[in-house]
């Protein structure tokens, strides 16, 4: 029996598809240091995965003075610009993502960065592969909330539970899990815990549709609780 081809796959961004976090630990450094503060690279792994919000509200405990909004703009303002000079593609992302498009699987972006990023992101990668962007300033709720991935297959009109979704971190393999998607955890910087909600692969370099429709069939395997 063929294995079910996805509805749609959902892909977070920082971390998944580029590696930015570098450029994110980089950007916050700066700013807590130009208003007298420290910060180091253990602390800039805490905020991995979560809204741009909260992230704000704990550079303002670590000593940034400037409203919350100020915050993100800056933060995104200076990782933009480092993504200009280069884009740190994640191997096997854009090659996965060519695949998807050919085949004509709806793909969405899913990501806690503000659009204006998401676009950057999007727009270079080219041939306007992704039919739904949804970027932190998009939902009330940011991850590990499930709501950026249910947003996502309800503006794609699928089932979420017939959906991949992508993540690298342990905020967005929360919200994905949550949604109901079959989730695929890409650990990158940070350890990600296995489980029996969901699958961790070491890489998507050489993965292809066929591999994530064999994941999407064991997923409702365990959902219906098969053998």
């Not at 081809?5 to 950007?27: H, K, N, S």
Request: charged letters at 20%; a negative charge.
């Amino acid at each position: 029996m063929t294995a079910p081809t996805p509805a749609a796959v959902l892909w977070d961004m920082d971390g998944t598809i580029v590696d930015t976090e570098p450029y994110w630990m980089r950007a916050e450094t700066e700013l807590v240091a130009e208003h007298g503060g420290t910060w180091n690279d253990a602390q800039g792994m805490q905020l991995v995965g979560s809204g741009l919000v909260q992230s704000a509200i704990i550079l303002q405990q670590a000593g940034v003075a400037l409203e919350v909004d100020e915050i993100i703009g800056t933060l995104t303002d200076r990782v933009m610009v480092q993504m200009g000079t280069e884009v740190p593609w994640r191997p096997g992302a854009r090659e996965l993502i060519a695949e998807l498009h050919s085949a004509g699987i709806p793909i969405a972006l899913v990501t806690m960065s503000i659009r204006r990023m998401a676009l950057q992101v999007a727009e270079a990668i080219g041939d306007e592969v992704f039919d739904v962007v949804i970027a932190g300033d998009d939902v009330e709720h940011p991850k590990p909330h499930p709501q950026p991935y249910l947003l996502a297959a309800e503006r794609l009109g699928v089932e979420i539970g017939d959906c991949i979704a992508i993540e690298d971190s342990e905020f967005g393999l929360v919200s994905a899990v949550a949604s109901g998607a079959a989730t695929i955890g890409v650990p990158l910087h940070l350890t990600l815990h296995e489980g029996p909600t969901h699958e961790l692969w070491p890489t998507l370099e050489g993965c292809t549709l066929a591999d994530l429709s064999a994941a999407l069939e064991r997923h409702h395997h365990r959902a219906t609780g098969a053998a």
